[in-house]
């Protein structure tokens, strides 16, 4: 377990469904350029884990600013739509709607249930 979070620094607890409690680890790792959405979803899984939610990304970079530079960032989350999903800016306190083309900076979590 620990060799699975060396790489990532606690961004945040939070509590889920049935009020269970999860970590959310970011990963140092950071892709190269700004992706699109499909894109950022398949870098994240190759690092073995996971797109954040728009809250995860608002916690996640209150308590590590250092670890977002500019904006916005691609979220997991995404309306029935389709055509779109839910980024996030660190100027803004709420998320935003982006088509799933456009090229966004990508962050990438693990959750670990406490």
Aim: one cysteine or more; glycine letters at 6%.
């Amino acid at each position: 377990m620990m060799q699975y979070l060396e790489d990532s620094s606690l961004a945040t607890v939070l509590v889920g469904t049935r009020h269970s409690a999860y970590g959310v680890f970011l990963l140092h790792a950071k892709p190269e350029t700004m992706l699109d959405w499909e894109s950022a979803k398949a870098w994240a899984k190759s690092v073995g884990a996971d797109l954040p939610t728009v809250q995860e990304l608002s916690h996640a970079s209150e308590s590590l600013p250092d670890s977002f530079v500019g904006s916005p960032y691609w979220s997991k989350e995404y309306p029935p739509s389709g055509e779109v999903a839910w980024s996030k800016s660190l100027a803004s306190e709420h998320g935003e709607l982006i088509f799933k083309q456009e090229k966004c900076l990508a962050v990438a979590v693990r959750r670990i249930c406490i």
